[in-house]
DNA sequence: CTATTTGCAAACGCTTTGCCTGATT
DNA sequence: AATCAGGCAAAGCGTTTGCAAATAG
């Protein structure tokens, strides 16, 4: 494992830097757009190669949910999962919902919370044996 | 707003008979090669028309994440989002992470539980003003 | 210098859609 | 007959990648 040196070139200080200044969780395409305004031939091919990079050298988060398709549940009903992170897979967790937390932050914060999720991570039986 | 009459197709059927089959939260490609096995000339895209309808009928349910592009948090720490259903903005919860819920469910479950994110679903204050 | 990064455009991969034929009521 | 669903293939769309030229250190 090498490690790669990250130059700071204009392209990926002004990304982190419209990222830093904004709260609203922007698409990719967002933040195009502002770069835009500085750098106007910047490419969106840029704008992703750098997101992905500034997330692992850990200076920014995706919030995606890791794998790219869907999967689909045969219980319609809202429950918890937990996902192994070394095998992707998914398990339901046989946990009951957390009845009250939705009000408690309906009370702490001015938002009306009517439903949540909730997604573990970690281990799974098989893979903590393996490792 | 007409109320649709939903026929019960052999593969409609089949798709749902399969998805309440098993535990493993498949993709619809999966879905896809079991099904064929039963209806080999099933074609992909009757199985998303059929897991999209049976979502809507609250048959089963889909665990992607809502929108189908990324989101980008300047905040490279993990903590707690509320995303507003009526609007689609994504906010950060100004409440602590849950410190035990991780060894709680380490300890109750099977799994190693090594983080967890919670997503908060409801409307955001401008929202309920506007309904 | 030279390894890294960029812009451009084409490719990717999952999902959706249009169109027409076949099935159901 | 009228409506709903299926098969097929093409289109869609956010994201990734290959490549030659540019550039940071």
Known sequence: MKKKKHRMTKQRKYILEVLRQTTIHPTADWIYEQVRKEIPNISLGTVYRNLKLL??????????????????????????????????S???????????????ISNKTPFLVESHRIEFYGLCPDCQNKI
């Open 55 to 88: 997330a692992e050298m850990g200076e920014i988060s995706i919030l995606d949910y890791g794998s790219s398709y869907s999967r689909f549940d045969g219980n319609p009903e809202n429950h918890y999962h937990f996902t192994c992170t070394e095998c992707d």
């Open 90 to 104: 998914v398990f339901d967790l046989g946990i009951p919902m957390d009845e009250f937390i939705d009000k408690e």
